[in-house]
């Protein structure tokens, strides 16, 4: 225990705190912030969203990216243009943060829960095609839950701490099955998987800009697809469906004030200019970790197989409950933060009636996964 957390110091080169993540404003943020700041336009109107859109959609490879005011309002439109509607239901992994059942819950549409595999920690397509082909039938064209009677209509895997999960089998089952696939990739920017970026292989990918995020916007998000009537919907109702005019106040629909603000992007804008330089940072430290616990007995968690990881947050997995127990308790007392892996969403109140599948590999993660300090180390 005593020498993890002399490493952990060592590493980061402080006795003070080491908290688990913490933003890097190392370029041009305060220039860009302060030309908004000069220039007024702080809030739902400026070049500093466009611009952000731009870049972001040519870095990830994506026809349109459509800014958010966050990350959960991201997926919330992701999956209301993906049709999901109240009583629908949506397969996503139970390891996730709530962010993910939030948003299939603002529809009332269901959470299912299929199992994850353990190498990438994310949506495990061999269950996802056992469970359906156990539980499901396509009549119609459409897929029904033949124990629920309800139509599933989405399946939202999630790239945990930034390592991408078997995407391309996800999808593949997905096409079979007549089911929409939307990424939850809020934690993988910079993440690609067999050389093309997560949140991509969907027909839509939601992304996450919150500050313990590989970069933030303070707070933001943004949708990517290469379907051009989706981004237009996308942007219309995240930007309360006004009709453009020169003056009159005109609304098509009950939509939502989803966008993101001038500021925000400015501070995003800033932040995309360093992303490779912090994935780089990051790639490096999860060397020097997987050395260094190599030599401890300890798992450290590396990027799976096809995939190039951002390792956004690096995850050691102890042998036992117990063993993970004493290592928080030992490590939080001696100011290094650590954190348990997310408590599974059928665990929670809300989901603990939710249909789901073993989950053999989300409860054996569950007791043992531990994020240690994953900061970019200036
Ligand atoms: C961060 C995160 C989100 C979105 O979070 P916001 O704070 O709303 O930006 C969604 N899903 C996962 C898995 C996340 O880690």
Known sequence: MKNIIDFIKQTFKTEEFIPLHEPRFIGNEKKYLNECIDSTFVSSVGKYVDRFEKDFASYVGAKYAI??????????????????????????QPLTFIATCNAIS?????????????????????????????????????????????????????HTFGHPCKIDEIKNICDRWKITLVEDAAESLGSFYKDKHTGTFGKIGAFSF???????????????????????????????????????????????????????????????????????????????????????????????????????LQAIIFDDVKQRDEFLEFSNKNKVMTRPIWKLMNELEMYKNCQKDDLKNAKYLEERVVNIPSSVIL
């Not at 269901?110 to 495990?124: A, E, I, N, R, W």
């Not at 269950?127 to 359906?132: D, I, M, V």
């Not at 029904?144 to 309800?150: A, G, H």
């Open 106 to 158: 603002y529809i009332g549409a269901k959470p299912v829960f299929v199992d994850v595999d353990l190498d990438t920690l994310g949506l495990s397509p061999k269950s996802l095609k056992n469970f359906l082909e156990t539980n499901c039938e396509i009549i119609e064209n459409i897929c029904i839950n033949k124990i629920t009677k309800r139509q599933i209509k989405a399946c939202v895997p999630m």
């Open 210 to 312: 919150n500050g313990n995020k590989i970069i933030t916007s303070g707070g933001g998000g943004v949708i990517v697809t290469d379907d051009e009537g989706l981004a237009k919907r996308a942007k219309h109702i995240t930007t309360t469906a006004k009709i453009p005019h020169p003056y009159e106040y005109v609304h098509d629909e009950t939509a939502y004030n989803y966008r993101l603000p001038n500021l925000n992007a400015a501070l995003l804008v800033a932040q995309m200019e360093n992303l490779d330089k912090f994935l780089a940072n990051k790639r490096e430290l999860a060397t020097i970790y997987k050395d260094f616990f190599e030599t401890k007995n300890v798992k450290f968690v590396e990027e799976p197989q096809n995939s190039n990881s951002n390792y956004w």
């Open 67 to 92: 800014a958010t005011v966050n990350g959960t309002a991201a997926l919330h439109i992701s999956l209301i243009l993906s049709n999901v509607q109240r009583d629908d239901e949506v397969i996503t």
